[in-house]
């Protein structure tokens, strides 16, 4: 997410913009910004199509919302997990639910939210992390 709030160039011009991103886990593969959080989802998927991007466990990170027109649409694009800065409307869990991705919520610093898959996201403690990256 902190990729994603970096690069949302029209958002820092006009306050007024969502931004979605597509991403491997690691980085950002593609970013689009429309005044329509919808509208950003239809543009990424377009993007994937021109740009020939064939994603498979992908995530997608977006700004706006969650409505379960979106998860229809993330479900579409292939994507594994999707994350959001704000909520979910209680119809897209249910459908997130039924599509088997996991939706995460309310994804700010070091606080998240998860509503559908939980299951799916591995969890552990600071002292764990702290020990993984010294090895």
Do not use: W
Request: hydrophobic share 40%; glycine share 8%.
């Amino acid at each position: 997410m902190k990729q994603l709030l970096k690069f949302q160039d029209l958002y820092k011009k006009s306050g007024g913009m969502h931004t979605s991103a597509l991403c491997d886990g690691d980085r950002i593969i593609l970013i689009v910004e429309d005044i329509g959080r919808h509208n950003t989802l239809d543009k990424l998927a377009g993007k994937i199509l021109l740009e020939q991007i064939k994603p498979i466990e992908c995530i997608i990170l977006t700004t706006g919302r969650i409505s379960s027109e979106m998860i229809q649409k993330a479900g579409r694009i292939g994507a594994s997990l999707v994350i959001s800065r704000t909520s979910p409307t209680s119809l897209s869990i249910q459908m997130a639910e039924k599509l088997g991705v996991t939706m995460i919520g309310y994804a700010r610093h070091e606080y998240f939210i998860i509503y559908a898959h939980p299951e799916k996201i591995l969890t552990f403690s600071t002292e764990d992390r702290i020990s993984c990256e010294a090895e």
